[in-house]
């Protein structure tokens, strides 16, 4: 079982940055792949951004942050980060961390086995 907590969101103006923390319980963080999702109001979760599992050597962003978000990884900490820069009243949402035992598919949720609470991102333009 792994637990997971995420930290780091808040209320930021348009252009801003934060990053988002999740913290993860357990032996065996280093053998999951991460990934951050988020889930606006009235839409579905969403992939934001994954990272493989052990040194993270493969990373995933979904189009809509490509440049402006970075992931990464702390095993050391059991630790995941999520960089957001340049932000957008259209990234507000909750944003969601979540551990997959398997390397395989990064988009779908369906393939991450545990789930932190989430963590709320507004962005005030």
């Known amino acids: 079982q792994v637990q997971l907590v995420e930290s780091g969101g808040g209320l930021v103006q348009a252009g801003g940055s934060l990053r988002l923390s999740c913290a993860a319980s357990g032996r065996t963080f280093r053998t999951y792949a991460m990934g951050w999702f988020r889930q606006a109001p009235g839409k579905e979760r969403e992939i934001v951004a994954a990272?493989?599992?052990?040194?993270?050597?493969?990373?995933y962003y979904t189009d809509s942050v490509k440049g402006r978000s970075t992931i990464s990884r702390d095993n050391a900490k059991n630790t995941v980060y999520l960089q957001m820069n340049s932000l957008k009243p259209e990234d507000t949402a909750v944003y969601y961390c979540a551990a997959a035992k398997w390397d395989s598919d990064y988009v779908s949720s369906r393939n991450y086995d545990y789930w932190g609470q989430g963590t709320q991102v507004t962005v005030s333009s």
């Open positions: 990272i493989s599992s052990w040194s993270g050597s493969r990373t």
